[in-house]
């Protein structure tokens, strides 16, 4: 089983920031990042995850926007690249989007996090779910969806390319001879497509582990097929093992379309757990945060997650009303107004259940409860690993590592030990054909 850290800063739940024990000050505290990257490492996890948004939301009131812990944070190459040098085998997986930047900057940027990590770094493709991101970048209104999707695409070729740019033995570096590099071992891109023209040859040289690892999170069907076409490592958001399993089965089928197969992708959704050493401290731990929100953030938070405005003139013991599509989360906002429905829920009680796990799989109990729902995913094709959400830092994160890990351990579900020095060789993921060798070899072969 595969784990990556999905750490927010303060945690997870809307109301982290006011747990005794939070640290508040993450977003400006480098030494809680460094704490927070060092407990995952000792957790042994794959990865430590950071997701992305590049706009401070001024929706809702001042009221509600004032009491939001989560409105500041490092950029996440700038803080990854610092937190590579505190850490030894923690993979480090960025989220960056194809929306609003070039690739030939994309690229440059994770094949230098990955030269300065030895190999452990990966790239979260996102196509930007927060339409406020739009306003940053010189553009009235977000691109839709299909357009974000259709660039995505485009985007993630010429990043792939770019980073096949240099053979691994290229660098010949002989001073006596004079001689830096093999020519013959760079390849330029030439790449002239509807988005983007891209000469290359990249300026940094091969990545570590052959490429940074691709992860893509998006779950429409556009976006299920990106990942098919993309993806080594897919991040989902399911509420219940059943999505689980239809997700990941749906993935997986779509992948021979693509000329990949299932030796080449993991899928794994997020996993929020609240753990005690009995069931009742666990809920009383859940309870707690959950009483620590304010309605006016709850209903906020919902409306940034679904990708909607103005639910705040509703009243909140009422229904969850019928809502449009979003051009932001699509797939979350279906996700969360299924789970509405299904659950009978009030809009304040949808709130409540999005404060924390936002449509991701909620998990409260003994360590040993925890395992066994994830040890029922892992078994029954429902997933290869989970991205854990700790609720609040560093107290979730240490929870988990402290009564969670040992017990996955003590099953043989988890590593004892790192196996490897790359991120890529610790998830056990094949390592890419460069597309200009491929090209060579299909060349001699004729
Ligand atoms: C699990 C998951 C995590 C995501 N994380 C981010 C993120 O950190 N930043 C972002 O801008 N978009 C994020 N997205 C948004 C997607 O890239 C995409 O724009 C949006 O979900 C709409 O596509 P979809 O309907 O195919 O999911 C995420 C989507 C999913 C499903």
Sequence with gaps: MHLGAFVHETGQHVAAWRHPGAHFHSGVSFADAVEVAQTAERGKFDFLFLADSAAVSLAGTPESRGRMGKVVKFEPMTILSALAAVTKHLGLVATSTTTFNEPYTLARQFASLDQISGGRSGWNLVTSNNEDDALNYSLEQHPAHSDRYERAIEFAEVVNGLWDSWDEDAFIRDKESGVF?????????????????????????????????????????????????????????????????????????????????????????????????????????????????????????LEHTIGVHDLDKLPLD?????????????????????????????????????????????????????????????????????????????????????LVIPELQRRGLFRTEYEAMTLRDNLGLPRPINRFHAARLAGAAQ
């Design 318 to 402: 009422g229904p969850v009303p019928e809502m449009p599509d979003t051009n932001g989360p699509l797939s979350r906002q279906r996700l969360l107004l299924e789970q509405a429905k299904r659950d009978k829920l009030t809009l304040w009680e949808l709130c409540l259940a999005n404060a924390g796990p936002r449509g991701h799989v909620l998990t409260i109990g003994t360590p040993s409860q925890v395992a066994d729902e994830m040890e029922h995913w892992f078994k029954e094709g429902a997933a290869d690993g989970f991205n854990v959400m700790p609720a609040w830092l560093p107290g979730s994160l240490n929870d988990f590592v402290d």
């Design 181 to 301: 590099f093999d020519p013959s071992k760079l390849h330029p891109l030439h790449h002239k497509g509807k988005h983007f023209q891209v000469r290359g040859p990249l300026n940094v040289a091969c990545s570590p582990q052959g490429r940074p690892i691709l992860v893509q999170a998006g779950a429409s069907g556009t976006g299920r097929d990106v990942a098919a076409r993309l993806a080594e490592l897919v991040f989902t958001a399911q509420t219940t093992f059943e999505q689980g399993k239809e997700f990941y089965g749906d993935v997986m089928a779509r992948l021979p379309r693509f000329g990949r197969s299932s030796a080449e992708v993991l899928v794994m959704p997020g996993l929020y757990p609240v753990v005690a050493p009995t069931e009742s401290e666990a809920r009383e731990k859940f309870d707690y945060l959950q009483s620590l929100i304010h309605p006016s953030v709850g209903i906020a938070v």
